[in-house]
């Protein structure tokens, strides 16, 4: 069981903006959101489409605001082109966190920080596979699914 007397922090995902993912950076468009926390929260994605996505499923998350979407030439996306899209029926993705977990030696609560969240299973996966094995073997990939779904295949 985790004992969390704080809340768990939220990622930079220094990776994610810095084009390790998928995401190649002449095309990346950045999610500029502000948490429930008053916290800049910063994502990536390939197109407005997947930051519109990105941007819901964090909303939805962590109770945040998309404050503007930044285009890969540095520009300001105007917000006629993607607010009408934050609503709608269709699913939220899944937020998936990789988180790293304190030793069970200290004897301690056990303390747990976040390395990287996407909303891509495979890229929070892979990002876990980047960790040392000692530290991997202490990190989990959780993610915000009412059933509380645990993807640790791999």
């Known amino acids: ?10 990622s930079c995902d220094f990776l994610e903006v810095m084009g390790t993912s998928d995401i190649e950076p002449s095309s990346r468009f950045l999610v500029w959101l502000i948490d429930d926390r008053d916290t ?5 994605a390939a197109d ?4 519109v996505r990105t941007a819901r499923a964090y909303c939805a ?3 945040a ?6 285009g890969p030439d540095g520009r300001i996306v105007d917000r ?4 009408p899209l934050m609503t709608g029926l269709h699913p939220l ?6 988180e790293l977990r304190s030793p069970r030696a200290t004897g301690r609560d056990e ?3 976040a390395l990287w969240t996407s909303t891509d299973l495979d890229e929070a996966l892979r990002w876990r596979d980047l960790l040392p094995d000692d530290l991997r073997g202490r990190s989990l990939v959780v993610s915000n699914a009412p059933d509380g779904h645990y993807p640790t295949a791999r």
């Open 1 to 10: 069981m985790v004992h969390r007397t704080q809340p768990t922090p939220r």
């Open 80 to 83: 006629g082109d993607w607010e």
């Open 111 to 113: 303390l747990v920080s």
């Open 93 to 98: 993705p899944y937020v998936y966190t990789v």
């Open 48 to 51: 407005v489409s997947s930051a």
């Open 61 to 63: 998350a962590w109770g």
């Open 65 to 70: 605001r998309v404050q503007y979407i930044e």
């Open 40 to 44: 800049v929260v910063v994502r990536a």
